[in-house]
Nanobody, 123 residues
């Protein structure tokens, strides 16, 4: 599975962005998908995940109520709608695929990773 994230950019605090991650190869419909992020000088951390069916979604506490994850299996794409962005959301955002299908918050559960897209939020 190859993953390509896009949609990053620079916005002011309070603004919105929608990230997309397109997948090629592999049984996309059976994979859970997740978003992780890494801010400068910090370790990569969990943001959100969605199960293979889309029925279950999970979020880090820091983004609950502001971010929404969704998927379109026909388009082989997962999305992350980010609203009310804060400067602390500034990071490189990575999408990842978990063949287990559940959508865990642990990076080691994910076998496939995209290259990341940079999100910069200014105050």
């Amino acid at each position: 599975v190859q993953l390509q994230a896009s949609g990053g950019g620079s916005v002011q605090a309070g603004g919105s962005l929608r990230l997309s991650c397109a997948a090629s190869g592999g049984p996309f419909g059976s994979y859970a998908l997740g978003w992780f992020r890494q801010a400068p000088g910090k370790e990569r951390g969990f943001v959100s995940a969605i199960s293979w069916s889309g029925a279950t979604t999970t979020y880090a506490d820091s983004v609950k109520g502001r971010f929404t994850i969704s998927r379109d299996n026909a388009k082989r794409t997962v999305y992350l709608q980010m609203n009310s962005l804060k400067p602390e959301d500034t990071a490189i955002y990575y999408c990842a695929a978990d063949p287990g299908g559940v959508g865990e918050n642990k990076s080691e559960e994910y076998d496939y990773w995209g290259l990341g897209t940079l999100v910069t939020v200014s105050s």
